[in-house]
Structures are given as structure tokens and as C-alpha cells.
Nanobody, 123 residues
Framework: QVQLVESGGGLVQAGGSLRLSCTAS????????MGWFRQAPGKEREFVAQ??????????YYADFVKGRFSISRDNVKNTVYLQMTSLKPEDTAVYYC??????????????WGQGTQVTVSS
């Protein structure tokens, strides 16, 4: 049974930092695209970041609104993907979801989802 389990969410003041983790189990995800979405109250889920290793190269994509503030990384030995978030803003408040897909998580429906972790940024 495949599971993605997120951790690291919480309450932080504006300008602060958090690191989210997502650990996968049930299969090896080393060649999968993994990454993060978020959903704020009353808004649609939106793509945040993706990381994938293909052909010896690592490909990373970010949504424009997190470039320069968030950093995604992964540890394939631990089957874990991380999202380091810095310079957090109140508008970053959302439930953050981990996702994985053999191709790309930015497609219509990633194969696997985590249950989400709440990030709240106070002003």
C-alpha cells in the first residue's frame, strides 16, 4: 500500500521559516516526480514545487509566487521530499499536500497524494 505522509507544518510568524517533509512508503519513488501543492481556505489547490531526477539530471520547478523563498529537495534513500520555506507571508497560509507521479505532478491528476499538513503564517 502506497502512502505519502507529510509532517512539519505549524504556526509561524511572518518572515519565519518552516521545513515540510513528505515520506513515501509502499514502493520506490526515486524516478517519480514528487512535490507539493497547497490549498488555502476558499481557494483551489495550486501547484507549489516539483522535483524529479531523470537521466542523471535533476529537474526542479517552482510556482512564481514561491521562487526565491521556497526550496525543494529530496533524499531518495529515505524516500523523502522536503520543502524548505523561508520569508513566509500570511498569504502562504494553507494546507500543503505532497504528491507523486511517474511523469509529473503538474498534470491533471497525480497518482499519489498525502493527507496534507497545515501551515499558518500570522502577521
Amino acid at each position: 500500500q502506497v502512502q505519502l505522509v507529510e509532517s512539519g507544518g505549524g504556526l509561524v510568524q511572518a518572515g519565519g521559516s518552516l521545513r515540510l517533509s513528505c515520506t513515501a512508503s509502499g514502493r520506490t519513488f526515486s524516478s517519480y516526480a514528487m512535490g507539493w501543492f497547497r490549498q488555502a481556505p476558499g481557494k483551489e489547490r495550486e501547484f507549489v514545487a516539483q522535483i524529479q531526477r531523470r537521466g542523471g539530471n535533476t529537474y526542479i520547478y517552482y510556482a512564481d509566487f514561491v521562487k526565491g523563498r521556497f526550496s525543494i529537495s529530496r533524499d531518495n534513500v529515505k524516500n523523502t521530499v522536503y520543502l524548505q520555506m523561508t520569508s513566509l507571508k500570511p498569504e502562504d497560509t494553507a494546507v500543503y499536500y505532497c504528491a507523486a507521479d511517474p511523469s509529473t505532478i503538474a498534470g491533471p491528476s497525480p497518482n499519489y497524494w498525502g493527507q496534507g499538513t497545515q501551515v499558518t503564517v500570522s502577521s
